[in-house]
């Protein structure tokens, strides 16, 4: 567990990222592709039928002995909870009511939110199409690790445990690598989660509480759905900058596996992404892909060529617009 990975430095390349190119040339050639575009209508009642859900097992573990919380908190909990960040994932990209109602997705990711328990819908809102919009982009994009990320974890012991506290990295990037004035929105969030908190623990006690944070923080640890944090877009295959997934957890994910499509086409709901790698296969079924998230996470452990530092990155030209 003590060896040491060989990587020193990110994978710097000169080239733009690979998916606007390839939009253009499959939109060229699949026009159709444009029909998929758009809201999702079952997206909300998905939605509101998981917040239900998790507001059900709040009451229901109310009066549950400490050790049975905590095992339906990574048994079921944490499940819901990482899927719910998935269907935040989805809102962001106003798949809930279309781009014409905007602030309707804004506050109804607002929602989705409250049975994870952290404010996190506003400000992921934000960053997150920065990440589309410049994959890889040194000081940019977030979702890369920082230099003491890919210093320190550098063993297999320490990849485990930077796994493990993947929701705190993802946390305080942000205010290292990108670091934005607060917004309205944000506060709004903030003040909506806190108020829904202690009107929980005020209601129902302290069990429903820790099994919302809990299974928050468990179900984007070490985790089988967490694999797709690692799957996307570390660099597993020189070259490869977005991996897609076809295993079976892209039920519970909102597709989100389908990730090289996701990129290619963020407009299209995750619902119809499959219909996007059907219309278009030949670009995708040759592209490097998995199909577990389990196996993503073992590799990435015990291979010691990879590390935090498995990550293409690019130094951005021009002006760039941030959210």
Not at 31 to 52: F, N, Q, T, Y
Not at 100 to 112: E, L, Q, T
Not at 150 to 167: D, E, S, V, Y
Not at 168 to 196: C, D, G, M
């Amino acid at each position: 567990m003590g060896n040491k990975v060989v990587r020193e430095d990110y994978e710097w390349v000169y080239t733009d990222q690979p998916h606007a190119d390839r939009r253009k040339e499959i939109l060229a050639k699949y026009p159709e592709i444009k029909s998929l575009m758009g809201p999702d209508h079952r997206l909300k009642w998905i939605v509101c039928m998981m917040v239900a859900i998790q507001f059900l097992a709040f009451y229901l573990v109310k009066d549950l002995d400490w050790k049975w919380v905590l095992f339906w908190t990574y048994a079921f909990g944490s499940c819901i909870n990482h899927s719910m960040t998935l269907a935040i994932h989805e809102i962001s990209h106003n798949t809930a009511f279309g781009n014409n109602k905007a602030m309707w997705n804004r506050y109804f990711a607002m929602f989705a939110n409250l049975p994870i328990g952290l404010p996190y819908s506003a400000s992921f809102k934000r960053y997150h199409l920065d990440h589309h919009r410049y994959l890889g982009g040194d000081g940019v994009d977030v979702d890369i690790p920082t230099e003491f990320e890919g210093w320190f974890f550098c063993t297999r012991f320490r990849k485990l445990i930077w796994i493990i506290l993947q929701p705190l990295f993802y946390a305080i990037r942000p205010l290292y690598i990108n670091p934005k004035p607060i917004s309205h929105l944000e506060l709004a969030n903030t003040a909506i989660q806190v108020a829904f908190n202690v009107a929980l623990y005020w209601l129902l006690g302290a069990k429903p509480v820790v099994y919302m944070l809990a299974g928050s923080m468990l179900g984007m640890g070490l985790h089988p759905i967490s694999g797709h944090f690692i799957a996307e877009h570390y660099m597993f295959m020189k070259g490869h900058e977005t991996y897609s997934y076809y295993g079976s957890l892209n039920l519970l994910t909102f597709n989100v596996g389908y990730h090289n499509e996701h990129h290619d086409f963020p407009s299209v709901p995750g619902r119809r992404l499959p219909m996007v790698k059907k219309i278009a296969a030949e670009y995708y079924d040759d592209l490097p892909n998995y199909s577990s998230w389990v196996k993503v996470l073992y590799d990435f452990i015990m291979d010691d060529t990879l590390s935090p530092y498995s990550r293409i990155k690019r130094t951005l030209k021009g002006d760039v617009k941030q959210e």
